[in-house]
């Protein structure tokens, strides 16, 4: 047997086990998942709703899936978004400028957030309201450009995109679950049922 043999051992003689074992050593950094995976996994465990969409008929017809499903047909929607209501405007959408008479909100926002699934808006979708003053029926209109890794980073897209006006009344929608199946992380904040149809622009 060769010396080498006998200090390293050969090759067969390794188990089967380490030989298959593709386990990292502990001290090895992680593996990062893509960003859109990323965020695709944490917003579902927040209890978002997640349509994929490769063109605007995806959209749209995921959109009337969405209305039927709820029998929101005959209901009122609340949209502050002026482009919103021009690319939407074939489905006779019934929209009311008040909060009060609405079924759902269809907006956009200013980014998706991977690290938390999250979802960063400002004035821009949701003017002056506070996140309890809209309705608790979400459907948010993005897409994947705008997945971002952090908070950091899509505060700093709002500033560059804003050079003149930095919106303000800036938060984040994290909870997508109904009150009863909240837990005590979740405690103070809004709540929403909330769909995003995301659309493929990369």
Known sequence: MSLFRKIFGSKSEKSEEELKSNVRGKYMPEIKLPVDERFTINFKANGGKFLYCENLDEIYNSLNNIIEENNWEDKK????????????????LSISSYNQEAAYF?????????????LLISSSQIAEKRLKELPENFIVFATTSQIVENIGEGLKGIKSKNKKQIPTNITTIKHFKSSEEKDFLSYGSSSKNLYLLLLEDL
Not at 84 to 89: T, V
Not at 106 to 118: H, K, Q, R, V
């Open 77 to 92: 929607v609340l949209v502050f978004d002026n482009n919103l209501k021009d690319r939407f405007k074939d489905f006779n």
């Open 106 to 118: 269809l907006t956009t926002c200013e980014n998706l957030i991977a690290d938390d699934g999250s």
